[in-house]
């Protein structure tokens, strides 16, 4: 099994690199999270493409040879020490085939996003680094907790917590210890079959999504198990599921924990015995909890449910 490597720990005056590698954003949106990087001692170093924006039948922050040249330039420029994703989208997938990582790899650094960076975190855990999959920048601006950044510059600084939280009714119990996968679903479906799809086997998986219809839930569940991932990972941690279905019709279009969602899913994995945990506070949510992946971890399911990162 190949060793995965952690980015060594940012110490005040370290130099973090905001880039923009999927959906375009404004200056406004991302002013809180700048100044929030810098309360914590550290430098934020903007991309030359952050607010550029080009529209090609979505609005993208700057055209493909723009974003792959911020990107590029933030894993390997040998002053930055973190690279944060300004926000999701789409567009992370134009990118995984020019990633440069010959320096990154003298110095590895850590990469912070979820949606759509999703796919970077894909692609850097099949290189053997680990990554968090936590909050963008852009969401400091629409309500999530402070907590949440919190932890996330927690780990920048080498510490690591553990997480405890109620059992929900739809969990599946048990006690494991693996290595973290995933991140948001429609990502994870979207590289199945690629050479940049992560490997399930033996792994603890995590999913989580937004602003899916019930019908695509249950395709991306279906295609999971088609292409065997069920049969293959030791557990599943289900994270936020948030704006699905029908918003006129689904009384709990804005809770973060959907309950037919999960009943879905749960529904999918009846028939496997692997433990399953529900209602893990991280992924398009206001409270977040950032995640390690390439991380070890053990996991314990019962009348409550703990995360504990392993040494």
């Not at 720990?9 to 990087?37: F, H, N, T, W, Y």
């Not at 933030?74 to 973190?82: G, V, Y």
């Not at 019908?215 to 198990?225: C, K, N, P």
Request: hydrophobic letters at 35%; one cysteine or more; aromatic letters at 12%.
């Amino acid at each position: 099994m190949k060793k995965i490597i952690f980015p060594k720990s940012l110490k005040k005056g370290d130099k973090i690199a905001i880039i923009s590698p999927a959906g375009a954003v404004d200056a406004s949106q991302l002013e809180k999270g700048i100044k929030m990087i810098k309360n914590k001692g550290f430098v934020p170093v903007l991309g030359e493409h952050l607010y550029t924006k080009f529209s090609n039948g979505y609005n993208y922050a700057g055209t493909e040879k723009e974003r792959i040249k911020d990107i590029n330039w933030a894993l390997n420029d040998k002053n930055i020490s973190a690279v944060w994703a300004s926000r999701g989208g789409y567009g992370c997938q134009h990118l995984i085939q020019h990633l440069k990582l010959d320096k990154f790899k003298q110095n590895p650094k850590w990469y912070i996003g979820y949606s759509d960076n999703t796919v970077i975190q894909s692609y850097l855990l099949k290189k053997g680094f680990a990554s968090i999959h936590g909050q963008t920048i852009k969401t400091s601006s629409f309500g999530v907790t402070d907590e949440s950044y919190d932890l996330i510059f927690d780990i920048l600084k080498g510490k690591t917590s553990e997480y405890h939280l109620q059992a929900s009714p739809f969990n599946q119990k048990g006690n494991i210890k693996g290595e973290l996968v995933g991140g948001n679903l429609a990502l994870i479906y979207a590289l199945l079959g690629t050479k940049y799809s992560f490997d399930f086997k033996d792994k603890i998986l995590f999913i989580e999504d937004i602003g899916e219809n019930f019908y695509a839930l249950d395709r991306m569940i279906m295609s999971l198990e088609l292409a065997g991932v069920f049969t293959k990972i030791s557990g599943l941690i289900v994270g936020g599921m948030t704006n699905m279905g029908d918003e006129k019709e689904n009384k709990q279009y804005e809770n973060s924990f959907d309950e037919f969602a999960y009943q879905l899913i749960s529904e999918r994995l009846s028939k496997y015995q692997f433990p399953v945990v529900f209602g893990f506070p991280n992924g398009h949510i206001k409270d977040n909890r950032p995640l390690i992946i390439g991380s070890k971890i053990s996991l314990k399911i019962g009348k409550t449910v703990s995360i504990r990162y392993n040494k």
